[in-house]
């Protein structure tokens, strides 16, 4: 259904955890607003978040977290090479306690605050995920007023004499358009890991690629600054989840809470590549995004697992924590029944073998007797002398049968492509604002990071999301309030 009105304050563009902050703050300041929404439902990758950054936060005075700022920066900056936009990413950190704080007295609950596997302890863990939030967002922007349309597009910016006057809309349902008026457009799209093409200008080798996104990440928002004059700017990072369960027949959503797939990677225990030879400190995946980016050497790379580790995992416990994830289970006490049921159901990414030759045989890794007999040296030396991984976490592979997870790397999201000022306004290639159009969220987080998603600082996707939306309408209201004295 199209919107009620034909003029609005305010549209923003994505009905994700960006797009409802900022409809939130703006029903706060009365300003007449309109959300977009081109699916069925609401809150886009928002309802999958485990939590947001903060810094100097209600919780973490509470709990005597004391984070130095200046020196969060400049790790941050070292962290990303300096591609960061050091102004942008000041502005967000000073912040983002006060976002927390925000969310906190809308009734957003959170369960702890820390940190995530080696990162400063800056997440905060939303009590009920990151849906329980975005019910919450949008049930206050709803009783501020804010007009909320799902299954409607936006197709184009209009302007005129270079600024922001509407917006063309497109019904996803009938294929009908409709142009709305308004002076401000606030772009929170979702950023572009579902869209192939744009996937490609990052990264180049897509096969092994798997988005975790909800599918509607396709990048509208950067076409649509693009369009109307914004900068091409960098495309950011992808966001890797380390290691992700190579099926080719189902979304990989689907293998995300499947305990093999937290034993295959974040377990560690052997990785090896098409030639059955092992490449990496299988504890990279202490940072998703660093796993991510040492399996892409590869061209094909599988997990490897005896009996003795599958039966330790299942019954005794982990051998480590599970980093990835603020919540670690004790043990993966569902393991060996998925492991059954994946054998019976044939799955391809999953290889049995009574001994190590003949798993090498079936999987065509002519290397991987002569790695693993290395490996168990390795393990009784106590010391890994080719990639040093921590004595503690050098497990050997001994005991059959044995197994073999085929591993592709999964994408969470993808941000940057749109470039912004510290109002979260959109610029030109000159690095002049747009006037009247924003970007927020994933749309406009690659000015926080370089080529790798910034896993050091925990919680921060979903913490931007927050604070660039609200940015954005405040620095509408301020801009508003300058004009009309």
């Not at 596997?117 to 501020?144: C, N, R």
């Not at 917006?167 to 929170?188: D, F, M």
């Not at 914004?230 to 305990?259: C, E, N, S, W």
Request: glycine share 12%; net charge negative.
């Amino acid at each position: 259904m199209f919107p009620e009105k034909t003029n609005y304050d305010l549209v923003i563009v994505g009905g994700g955890l960006a797009g409802l902050a900022a409809a939130v703050s703006a029903g706060e300041s009365n300003l007449t607003t309109l959300v977009l929404e081109k699916g069925r439902t609401l809150g886009g990758d928002g309802n999958y978040v485990e939590g947001a950054m903060g810094i100097d936060s209600y919780l973490q005075k509470e709990q005597n977290i004391a984070i130095d700022a200046g020196e969060l920066l400049q790790d941050e900056l070292n962290y990303s090479h300096y591609e960061a936009n050091a102004l942008h990413l000041r502005k967000y950190l000073s912040a983002s306690g006060k976002i927390i704080d925000w969310l906190h007295s809308l009734g957003v609950n959170f369960s702890k605050v820390g940190p995530q596997g080696k990162s400063w302890p800056t997440i905060h863990t939303f009590a009920g995920g990151g849906h329980a939030v975005v019910e919450i967002l949008q049930q206050k922007a709803t009783s501020y007023g804010v007009e909320i349309v799902n299954s409607i597009s936006a197709q184009r910016v209009i302007q005129r004499n270079g600024h922001v006057t509407g917006l063309l809309l497109k019904n996803e349902a009938t294929g009908q358009y409709r142009e709305v008026a308004t002076s401000n457009v606030i772009l929170a799209t979702g950023g572009y890991v579902d869209n192939p093409e744009l996937v490609k200008k990052r990264i180049p080798n897509t096969t092994r690629l798997l988005s975790v996104s909800d599918g509607k990440s396709t990048g509208d928002g950067l076409h649509l600054a693009w369009q109307a004059g914004a900068d091409h700017y960098q495309m950011g990072a992808i966001q890797y989840g380390g290691g992700a369960i190579l099926d080719k027949t189902r979304p990989a959503y689907v293998h995300m809470p499947a305990q093999l797939a937290a034993a295959a990677t974040q377990e560690a225990i052997l990785w090896v590549n098409e030639q059955g030879n092992r490449f990496i400190n299988e504890d990279v995946n202490d940072n998703m995004c660093h796993a991510g980016s040492a399996l892409l050497t590869q061209s094909r790379t599988f997990s490897i697992l005896d009996q003795m580790a599958i039966d330790h995992l299942t019954n005794v416990g982990l051998y480590k924590e599970v980093g990835n994830s603020p919540v670690s289970p004790a043990k993966f006490a569902n393991l060996t029944s998925e492991i059954e049921r994946d054998l019976a159901n044939h799955e391809k990414y999953l290889t049995k073998a009574a001994s190590i030759t003949e798993l090498g045989q079936k999987l065509n890794l002519p290397c991987l007797a002569q790695t693993i007999a290395h490996y168990n040296e390795l393990t009784t030396q106590g010391r890994d002398t080719d990639f040093g991984k921590a004595k503690e976490y050098l497990t050997p592979i001994t005991t059959g049968p044995f197994y073999a997870v085929e591993l592709g790397i999964g994408m969470a999201c993808a941000i940057g492509g749109i470039r912004v000022d510290n109002d979260s306004a959109v610029l030109n290639s000159y690095g002049y604002p747009l006037p009247g159009l924003y970007a927020a969220g994933n749309d406009a987080a690659g000015m926080l990071v370089g080529d790798t998603y910034a896993v050091t600082l925990p919680g921060s996707t979903a913490g931007y999301a927050v604070f660039s939306g609200r940015n954005a309408v405040m620095s509408i209201i301020a801009k508003s309030r300058l004009t009309n004295g």
